[in-house]
């Protein structure tokens, strides 16, 4: 039986829980491969040779062959293991996660220094604020 998952219905937002941690565990144990130099090395040497030595989906490979992050997401990847790959291709995680936003980096940092990205619209539906169905008032009896 599936387990009520009221937090899935946050906009542009994948919450890595169990189920993703499932869905992704060999495209995250891919990831921390890549904390050993010599995997490093031989991942950059043929990149489809090494994934291929994974037992990843096809969807989760190509995330990883086009530096798709928010594709690997999906795919079931965590932020913070997918960071490996970026590492590995000497960007920094401000720069991997402005590829996730469509912003370059300068304006993903300019956002981030303003305070981040506004609540409005980013919501989830029971929330306070616009997302949230309308009141009926209270009829006195």
Known sequence: MALDKPYLDVPGTTIFDAEQSRKGYHLNQFCMSLMKAAN???????ERAYLD????TEEQKQGVLTRDLNRCIAAGGNIYFLAKIGATDGKSFQYMAASMTGMTQEQYAAMMLAGGRSAE????LGESGDAQPKAQPKVSP
Request: hydrophobic fraction near 25%; proline fraction near 7%; charge should be positive.
């Open 53 to 56: 030595e994974w037992p990843m």
């Open 40 to 46: 490093r090395e031989r991942f950059k040497a043929n």
């Open 121 to 124: 619209g980013n919501r989830y």
